[in-house]
């Protein structure tokens, strides 16, 4: 079964930090530019940050810059997300996704979170308050 599966939500703080991970059964992520998206209660769904499949390009919503780093280990076939200095804006239901055919330069200008993704996680809950 293709899928991917994400993990490393939950509650915290507001200033805390949360480490989510994206990990792929059934195919192999290298092949994938990987995006985190999320969703907050009556909002739409925005792209936080993505990572190319070659791993040299990344990019970030300008809400979260500073803050989130995107990561990925090609060996254990998961993507990371390190979360720092967390707000009550960020909490919402975390999404990752998978795209074949985003690369390098759709993910260095910003154009990833517009393209399709073939592979979508079911989210990770993560929730910012005191």
């Known amino acids: 079964q293709l899928q991917l599966v994400e993990s490393g939500g939950g509650l915290v703080q507001p200033g805390g930090s949360l480490r989510l991970s994206c990990a792929a059964s059934g195919f192999t992520l290298k092949y994938y530019s990987i995006g985190w998206f999320r969703q907050a209660p009556g909002k739409d769904r925005e792209g936080v940050s993505c990572?190319?499949?070659?791993?040299?390009?990344?990019n970030y919503a300008d809400s979260v810059k500073g803050r989130f780093t995107i990561s990925r280990d090609n060996a254990k076939n998961t993507v990371s997300l390190q979360m720092n200095s967390l707000k009550p804006e960020d909490t919402g239901i975390y999404y990752c996704?998978?795209?074949?055919?985003?690369?390098?330069?759709?993910?260095?200008?910003?154009?990833?979170?517009?393209?399709?993704?073939?592979?979508w996680g079911q989210g990770t809950q993560v929730t910012v308050s005191s």
């Open positions: 996704a998978a795209a074949l055919r985003v690369g390098d330069y759709d993910v260095g200008m910003g154009r990833w979170r517009y393209k399709s993704y073939d592979y």
């Open positions: 990572i190319s499949k070659s791993g040299r390009s990344t």
